[in-house]
């Protein structure tokens, strides 16, 4: 869904609510194939059971470059995002070079780790990213941190993700699909381990998957773009049905942000929120497990917001 669909429907929402005391708050997720999704949604229900007066809403959108357009033209409070991408918004650089820095951007909380899957049919001849050259590729939906992923690790390789490969931009379920009809050779995704549609993939008669290892391009990602965006991470053995080695790939972290405009009570309200119900997060995915107090204010590229300094102050922050 465009920024701009998107925008229509959360002001449609806040226009229904208009002659009621709640306060609508819509948080800007990805689609519906992924983690970003049933995690927002799960939020969203314990943010209007448990937060007085407030009423959320989970967004379907393109992900991580569209929801932080959306927080940037005031259009959603609070919104998931890789933090790579997150890098860019702050520095108004990449997809944010011609709408300027978010500098509305504040972090609640340090999420999961992302994991980048490079799938490809098994037997293929497609063993690793430089083998990409040449073929059809999906890139991710436009407006997605997979998308910058996948040109940064396209670009790692030595291929340029423009001219070397015949380029798509799906989100996951359409690769998915288009993978199975023949469609597509590979698809990029960034997400959760296991995401469910390609859990159903490599559940599909008939079909086997393998993933690319990225592993060995982390150090010229590190090297371009800091130490701290992109880290070693392993898809494990088992995860998907057929895959009984693990695979090393690149890990990028996901953050929760909201608007530098929501209250610091509120604010507040929604990070304790998260980790005293975190049982019911961990129930809508198991990526919620990993929510943790982050280590340092340096843990996000953005700043923090006063609401979730004053719990991370009450849990160990100096």
Not at 208 to 228: E, H, K
Request: net charge negative; charged share 15%.
């Amino acid at each position: 869904m465009s920024v701009r669909a998107v925008a229509a429907c959360v002001l449609l929402a806040a226009g229904c609510g208009a002659g009621d005391s709640a306060r609508f708050l819509s948080i800007a997720t990805g689609g519906t194939g992924g983690v970003y999704y049933p995690y927002g949604g799960a939020l969203a229900h314990l943010i209007t059971a448990n937060v007085a007066g407030v009423q959320a809403t989970a967004e379907v959108t393109g992900a991580s470059v569209d929801n932080l357009k959306l927080l940037q033209l005031g259009r959603v409070d609070l919104a998931f995002t890789l933090a790579d991408t997150l890098a860019e918004a702050v520095q108004g650089s990449g997809p944010f070079q011609e709408t300027g820095a978010v500098g509305t951007a504040r972090t609640l909380a340090v999420l999961y780790t992302n994991y980048t899957h490079v799938v490809a049919r098994a037997g293929s001849g497609i063993n690793r990213v430089a083998d990409l050259k040449g073929h059809v590729v999906s890139v991710g939906s436009p407006g997605s941190g997979t998308e910058l992923v996948a040109d940064r690790v396209l670009g790692a390789a030595g291929l340029d993700p423009r001219r070397d490969i015949t380029r798509h931009a799906l989100g996951v379920t359409e690769s998915v699909g288009a993978l199975k009809d023949g469609k597509l050779d590979a698809f990029f995704w960034s997400g959760g381990a296991p995401t469910p549609a390609i859990q159903d993939l490599a559940a599909t008669p008939g079909l086997s998957i393998a993933f690319l290892p990225q592993d060995d391009l982390l150090r010229i990602l590190q090297r371009d773009f800091g130490p701290r965006l992109y880290r070693p991470a392993v898809i494990p053995a088992g995860v998907y049905r057929g895959i009984d080695d693990e695979t090393g790939v690149v890990g990028v972290t996901n953050v929760l942000v909201a608007s530098s405009a929501l209250d610091e009570d509120t604010a507040y309200a929604i990070v304790k929120l998260m980790f005293d119900r975190k049982n019911a997060l961990v129930a809508a995915h198991p990526e919620a497990r990993h929510l943790e107090v982050p280590g340092s204010p340096d843990a996000s590229p953005a700043p923090f917001h006063p609401g979730a300094i004053r719990y991370y102050r009450e849990h160990g922050w100096q």
